[in-house]
């Protein structure tokens, strides 16, 4: 029977008679987020909200569905961000990496680009924190570039945002100098395929994810080669925690660089700054 849902109190009542087949723990994030993000949103506006139009959110859950693809958005950085299937599900490590820029750049005018934006939290969340530097965002994605451009609008920002492969010859015809480049690239070998999450390998783009090939480390020798074309004095890198061997043998390699590996909150070698030395 299709039921009215007026308040939160209705609203937790029916969704704690729904059959989830989850933790006693998800089961009160899930509520918590689609009231928040779902119910009150419809309810502030003065319309009706019944649970025939609810039940697609709860189909989805139970199909395994990650919970910021069924409520279309995601908090980072305490800001609020749309996601979809066309881009990946932003990780708490992102915001260290977040966090360590800001730290290391308290003050000042800049120039920082972003290399395969995703959503777009990266850029846009400095933007936010940082509004007098002037940030850029390379994706490669056309669907991803447009929920980028809708999270710049949600968050009220100006992005300058480059459509662009970062293998593409002409992508370094874009962005002129810069003095921050960051990105978080895809890291995770094939062979690391099965180590991966039902619902990540289900939803999530596989190209934000897997490197193909011999060279995991690909996109990271490329980007750095964007840095040293754009000028760039200060390079920042999300890592895979199971690569570090690999990451330690590249940077001993790469001359006129100085690196450092940062752990995150639980330990593991998740980030990676590297500095360009004084000539």
Request: net charge negative; hydrophobic share 40%; aromatic share 10%.
């Amino acid at each position: 029977m299709d039921e009215l849902i007026k308040d939160r109190s209705s609203w937790k009542a029916w969704f704690d008679s729904q059959e989830l087949v989850v933790s006693p723990r998800e089961v009160t994030w899930y509520e918590r987020s689609l009231w928040e993000d779902v119910v009150m949103p419809i309810l502030a506006n003065g319309q009706k909200v019944t649970t025939s139009m609810l039940m697609p959110y709860i189909e989805k859950l139970r199909q395994g569905v990650p919970l910021a693809y069924v409520c279309g958005r995601i908090y980072f950085f305490g800001l609020p961000f749309q996601v979809e299937p066309g881009v990946l599900i932003p990780r708490p490590e992102t915001e260290e990496l977040v966090a360590w820029i800001l730290e290391d750049h308290p003050a000042g005018k800049l120039s920082l680009l972003d290399i395969g934006s995703g959503s777009g939290v990266i850029p846009v969340t400095l933007k936010k924190k940082r509004p007098e530097w002037n940030l850029y965002g390379m994706e490669k994605s056309n669907d991803a570039l447009q929920i980028s451009k809708r999270n710049e609008a949600l968050n009220r920002v100006i992005i300058n945002w480059i459509h662009a492969d970062l293998f593409d010859p002409t992508a370094l015809m874009h962005p002129t100098r810069m003095d921050v480049v960051v990105s978080n690239p895809p890291y995770i070998p094939l062979n690391e395929r099965p180590m991966m999450g039902e619902s990540t390998l289900r939803y999530e783009p596989e190209e934000a994810l897997f490197v193909d090939g011999d060279d995991p480390l690909r996109f990271y020798r490329k980007i750095l080669q964007v840095a040293e074309t754009t000028g760039a004095g200060w390079v920042y890198f999300e890592l895979n925690e199971f690569l570090t061997g690999n990451y330690q043998n590249w940077v001993a390699s790469c001359l006129g660089w100085e690196a450092t590996f940062k752990l995150d909150m639980q330990g593991k070698t998740r980030m990676l700054r590297m500095i360009r030395k004084p000539v």
